[in-house]
């Protein structure tokens, strides 16, 4: 069988992310997947810009990332679902990034997700240079790896022990915890952007799920009201 790697000439710079194409050239598969990595991101950010003031990290929504050099490029490339690289500048050269390259930036993605579209085979293939799995396993490395089955409202779950991914188990409460960002990730069932279905969200250590801006907008105004009937309760007029 021929390789699908070309031969690197050690003379030939390898490209960046503004020479490589931005994307693996698979389409968005389903309508879930924009809304489920806008939930994981918002839910996410208070966390990270307090762990990372300097913002110092990436958040890749079908942003390509290339482990390989290939011809052509696109075989040495994978664009997960979601993924989060931590301990990297926002900006390259003052630009948004097209793709994240690994030959060019080092760090390895922390939590990187796939949303199954049938029952995650594509997810857990396992074959040489190709399948998801093998090159995630094999050459990105992240520090965990979910396949989220939203037919059955479940996240399979892998984390890297010595260097390579195996099946984690969830704690008592069904979750899994990213022990570097302090959060748990699991199945909230609920509505967002109007679909009541099951949705992956975070949780703090303490079991409580991190908000959306609309849902801290509605407790604040919740307390708020609780605050002011209390007032009145002692003949204070709150408005004063």
Same mark, same amino acid.
């Given at each position: 069988?021929?390789?699908?790697?070309?031969?690197?000439?050690?003379?030939?710079?390898? *490209?960046?992310?503004?020479?490589?194409?931005?994307?693996?050239?698979?389409?968005?598969?389903?309508?879930?997947?924009?809304?489920?990595?806008?939930?994981?991101?918002? =839910?996410?950010? *208070? $966390? @990270?810009? =307090?762990?990372?003031?300097?913002?110092?990290?990436?958040?890749?929504?079908?942003?390509?990332?290339?482990? &390989?050099?290939?011809?052509?490029?696109?075989?040495?490339?994978?664009?997960?679902?979601?993924?989060?690289?931590?301990?990297?500048?926002?900006?390259?050269?003052?630009?948004?990034?097209?793709?994240?390259?690994?030959?060019?930036?080092?760090? @390895?993605?922390?939590?990187?997700?796939?949303?199954?579209?049938?029952?995650?085979?594509?997810?857990?293939?396992?074959?040489?240079?190709?399948?998801?799995?093998?090159?995630?396993?094999?050459?990105? /490395?992240?520090?965990?790896?979910?396949?989220?089955?939203?037919?059955?409202? +479940?996240?399979?779950?892998? /984390?890297?022990?010595?260097? /390579?991914?195996?099946?984690? *188990?969830?704690?008592?409460?069904? +979750?899994?915890?990213?022990?570097?960002?302090?959060?748990?990730?699991?199945?909230?069932?609920?509505?967002?952007?109007?679909?009541?279905?099951?949705?992956?969200?975070?949780?703090?250590?303490?079991?409580?799920? @991190?908000? =959306? +801006?609309? &849902?801290?907008?509605?407790?604040?105004?919740?307390?708020?009201?609780?605050?002011?009937?209390? @007032?009145?309760?002692?003949? $204070?007029? *709150?408005?004063?």
């Amino acid at each position: 069988m021929s390789s699908i790697l070309a031969p690197l000439n050690l003379n030939t710079p390898l *490209p960046d992310h503004n020479q490589l194409p931005s994307n693996d050239g698979v389409p968005v598969r389903n309508s879930l997947e924009p809304w489920q990595s806008s939930l994981l991101s918002e =839910t996410l950010e *208070p $966390v @990270l810009r =307090t762990r990372y003031p300097e913002g110092d990290y990436f958040i890749g929504q079908d942003c390509g990332i290339y482990w &390989e050099k290939t011809d052509p490029p696109a075989q040495g490339c994978k664009a997960p679902d979601w993924y989060l690289i931590p301990n990297v500048p926002r900006l390259l050269d003052g630009q948004m990034r097209r793709s994240y390259v690994l030959w060019q930036e080092l760090e @390895l993605p922390l939590v990187l997700l796939e949303y199954a579209s049938d029952r995650g085979a594509e997810e857990r293939d396992n074959t040489p240079m190709r399948g998801k799995f093998w090159v995630y396993d094999r050459k990105i /490395h992240p520090a965990f790896y979910g396949i989220y089955l939203p037919d059955e409202a +479940r996240i399979e779950m892998y /984390h890297a022990v010595e260097h /390579h991914l195996e099946l984690m *188990p969830s704690n008592q409460a069904g +979750r899994f915890p990213i022990r570097d960002l302090g959060v748990e990730l699991g199945i909230w069932h609920g509505s967002y952007a109007g679909y009541e279905i099951p949705w992956m969200r975070w949780w703090d250590e303490s079991g409580r799920l @991190l908000p =959306t +801006r609309e &849902e801290s907008e509605i407790r604040e105004k919740l307390e708020n009201e609780r605050l002011a009937a209390k @007032l009145r309760a002692l003949g $204070v007029d *709150p408005n004063v």
